[in-house]
């Protein structure tokens, strides 16, 4: 299968016009299927999603990402999962999903007087 | 007593100094990068772990000796490593078994040498054991992938075998100077466990092969000069720089 990708750099503008180079690669069947890290750190409470990595295994890919992100000490628990298994929202989508809740603000629990006595809110 | 424990101290400094030499050769040509990492950490692990027996030993030795002079200024006669973990990397799969048959012999090796009466050299083999623990896990599982994977990955680790299996004998013969824990009694254990893997691995568990032996007492394979030209290029070249 022949795929084309587009390599885009810092700044490039994602435009059909732009200049960024493409170049065809082989869809590559034998190669380690990529896998999204998430690690706890000693500090947090929840597991950060931190990169990705290619591993042949879900086994192989806790080990990968014990040596190389938690090599300086960043974390005390580690979670992957295969990337394939990751939905996203499309950005493309950004309007309807996520600007109705701009004008909102009643939503936000601003509204109310705390009592002197209640701490950490 | 003392020159006996001097020279068990330099043994293990010396063997995993020149498997961290061995490992970090790959450093930037690992088969993928996240192996490279961790190729690369282990190696940085047994450079560790060689650095506490070295500076234990100039401690031993006393006088003006310091780690550097023990790694960098002795001769090859004078290294006292395992003939294993001098053997070439070959492919990612002799860098793999070599490993493995090391960690193996180091796991248990270790866990005696941490109940040793000689509490520095208890001390810093407990503190490594973990760091082992985990050597001992990633290769063993490099060998099941690959001893059961593919065609050619087994092929290829079979030809590893051929080639390191002679170095393993060594481990479990005991040099005048290794006193400090009955080698000899490691050797069925080591066995059982490199049995299992293989197993797991469909690998043939070798028989009746010659042992090669001679590097605890200092007498190398021919590869041992040429590690120890490029590690002391450079305090030989320009003697007592620093950087």
Redesign the interface.
Known sequence: MNIQIRKFYYGDIPEEKSSASTYKTEHDTTA?PLWEIFIRSKQGLDHKHVGS????DA??AI??AR??YT?RQEGVSIWVVESKYITASNPEEAGELYEPAVDKIYRHPTFYNLPDEVNHM | MENKLIDHILHLADTTLILAQRNAEWCGHGP????D??IT?ISLDLLGQSRNFYQYAAILIGGDTDEDKLAYLRKEREFKNLLLVEQPNGDWGQTILRQYFFSQYQYLLFEKLQNSKDEQLAAISAKALKEIKYHL??SS?WVV?LGDGTGESRSRMLKAIDELWRYTGEMFVPAAYETAVDIISLKNEWEQKVKTIFEESSLPLPENVFMQTGGKQGVHTEHLGYILAELQYVQRAYPNSTW
């Open positions: 380690w990595l290619h591993a042949a086994q192989m080990e990968n040596d190389v090599r | 993928i990068l996240e192996q990492i961790a950490n896990r990633w599982e992938r």
